[in-house]
């Protein structure tokens, strides 16, 4: 192999192991930081719980009322179990402080509810010393949860700061390994040796105006969706410059190694866009009431091109207004569609929307007369990153579904799918109705 194509296929190979390690980073990242998140709902639950029965129980030492426990006995019902839920979710993240508190909240809750019942037994409206008791017990595990919040928002910030490093660490290892694939190109050439510096002058003052917007960013979102892209753009810029600009040095297989590096640059774009968009389902959580059957229409729209391209048919029956987000709703729709369009067999593509009542939820369900799917693989589907089938055969980058699931999931429904190999697949999910 001629040694210039040697140093070109080692630097694309070092390419392709810096985009798979930023692509690890980031995904591990938004897991830690969903995790962390989960920690302050559970966290939050058993603030509601406590302060539920804290006001029903002083209602009713106030007027004598007994119904006014009613809150109280039914938040009681489920406090110790919210109290180890997040137990469980303060040690997915090993916070060593947090774990000891948590000790002590379930140790003083139990004081707690027995001075309460102790309380309820005697003649409380005269019993001020208990009361007394019970107002420093609550007041002790509202500091304790406090402090639980404090550093779970600590990790979080470790979380970002650490994301934050491997972004512009790997974004300039990737700049880096762009001017020495050109510096290859132009070795024989003076003119072209000044354009090239020209060049890394560019990207240096490129890679200070991300160090820049590195120290102004938010929050995370907006550290994915622009310091991560932004490299990638470069990257793929400047590959199919070098390719235009110096194919004769380059050779037909380094223009190939440079094509590859192209390819995983855009790979790694769309793979970013589509964590920002799973990881962003989370701040949209303005509900509403909504037409579903406008959500299917906004769906098809956006994939109207596809549709006509496969001579795809798609039916659906009467469709009911839920309460939903009307963007996030779209989403789902568009990707069981993408899907019934990607994996179609020989004949057209015909997809089959339905919807009907279940309890207070509707149930629908997107019928296609695709592959299908192995059973043993169903529920793998729904997970980050999971594809059954070749990238050469099937574009994608794996989370399309990961993100339905989590719609679904935060609007409260749950998803599923029922299919055989060649049979076509059916996918059933549900949404509240309206309210």
């Known amino acids: 192999m001629h040694p210039s194509t040697t ?14 390690f930023i692509s690890y980073s980031v995904a591990d990242g938004f897991n830690r930081y969903d995790e962390a998140i989960a920690v302050i709902r559970a966290q939050r639950l058993v603030l509601e719980d406590l302060l539920s029965q804290e006001t029903s129980l002083q209602g009713y030492l106030d007027t004598g009322n007994r119904a006014l426990l009613a809150p109280y006995r039914k938040s009681t019902a489920t406090t110790a179990q919210d109290i180890d839920q997040l137990d469980r979710d303060i040690e997915t993240l090993h916070l060593t402080m947090s774990d000891l508190l948590i000790d002590r909240i379930r140790e003083t809750y139990r004081e707690w509810d027995s001075n309460v019942k102790n309380l309820l037994l005697a003649r409380p409206t005269a019993d001020t010393f208990r009361q007394e008791r019970l107002r420093r017990l609550m007041d002790s595990m509202r500091a304790d949860l406090g402090r639980i919040q404090d550093e779970d928002r600590i990790f979080q910030d470790r ?6 490093l491997t972004v512009v660490g790997g974004s300039m290892a990737l700049l880096l390994t762009i001017v020495l694939l050109g510096s290859l190109g132009i070795v024989a050439e003076n003119a072209r040796r000044r354009e090239l510096h020209q060049l890394n002058v560019e990207l240096d003052s490129r890679n200070q105006e991300l160090e820049r917007s590195n120290a102004a960013l938010a929050d995370f979102a907006y550290v994915a969706s622009h310091d991560l892209q932004e490299p990638l753009r470069t990257v793929a ?3 199919q410059l070098l390719k235009k600009r110096y194919a004769s040095e380059l050779g037909i297989e380094g223009a190939e190694f440079v094509e590859f590096a192209t390819n995983a640059a855009h790979r790694m774009e769309r793979l970013i866009n589509d964590l920002l968009e799973y990881s962003l389902v989370t701040m949209a959580r303005t509900f509403e009431n909504v037409e579903s059957a406008s959500a299917l229409e906004t769906a098809m729209h956006n994939l109207s091109v596809r549709i006509e391209e496969h001579r795809a048919r798609v039916e659906c029956s009467v469709l009911p207004p839920v309460f939903a987000n009307p963007g996030q709703l779209a989403i789902v729709f568009q ?11 020989d004949e057209d593509p015909v997809i089959r929307i339905e919807a009907k009542p279940e309890g207070p ?13 192995d059973p043993q693989h169903q ?11 070749n990238r050469a055969d099937y574009q994608g980058t ?6 339905v699931k989590r719609i679904i999931e935060l609007h409260g429904g749950r998803i599923w799918v029922e299919s055989t190999p060649g049979g076509g697949s059916t996918f059933f999910f549900t949404v509240p109705g309206i309210v």
């Open 361 to 373: 939820q509707w149930l629908f369900s997107v019928s296609d007369n695709g592959i299908g799917i």
């Open 159 to 164: 979380v970002i700061r650490q994301v934050r």
């Open 379 to 389: 529920d793998r589907i729904f997970k980050m990153f999971q594809r059954l089938h």
């Open 7 to 20: 140093a070109i296929a080692a630097i694309v190979f070092v390419t392709l192991v810096l985009s798979g």
């Open 335 to 345: 990707n069981l569609l993408s899907n019934g369009l990607k994996y179609h067999a």
């Open 398 to 403: 794996g989370i399309g579904l990961a993100l």
């Open 237 to 239: 810029s400047y590959t």
